[in-house]
Nanobody, 123 residues
């Protein structure tokens, strides 16, 4: 019913910035809470942040809080992740997915993932 296409990744030096985009297909986007996840080689996917359907609720894990900002443009069916002060440990493939977003955390609601977009932070 809904598919996501991630873009905006790249290679940056520590302290750099990137802006990721998650473009959604389908007509239900406005009713979805969306989360950004990341995965490094040999590790499970890790949720980093989420945003509710009307942007009234956001959540960030402690390691990214203050550096990452999640936002959305429902008219464009797109969720963004603005990333500042990037660290090598932020390296990974970033994905978006449907979640239930609350101020204390999130619940993953889908096991369907897009291609992801690669973020590499190195000196």
């Amino acid at each position: 019913q809904v598919q996501f296409v991630e873009s905006g990744g790249g290679s940056v030096q520590p302290g750099g910035s990137l802006r990721l985009s998650c473009a959604a297909s389908g007509s239900t986007f406005q009713n979805l809470d969306i989360g950004w996840f990341r995965q490094v080689a040999g590790k499970e996917r890790e949720g980093t942040s989420c945003i509710s359907k009307s942007s009234g609720t956001t959540y960030y894990i402690d390691s990214v809080k203050g550096r990452f900002t999640i936002s959305r443009d429902n008219a464009m069916n797109t969720v963004y992740l603005q990333m500042h002060s990037l660290k090598p440990e932020d390296t990974g493939v970033y994905y978006c997915a449907t979640v239930k977003c609350r101020e204390f955390g999130y619940f993953l609601l889908s096991n369907y993932w897009g291609q992801g977009t690669q973020v590499t932070v190195s000196s």
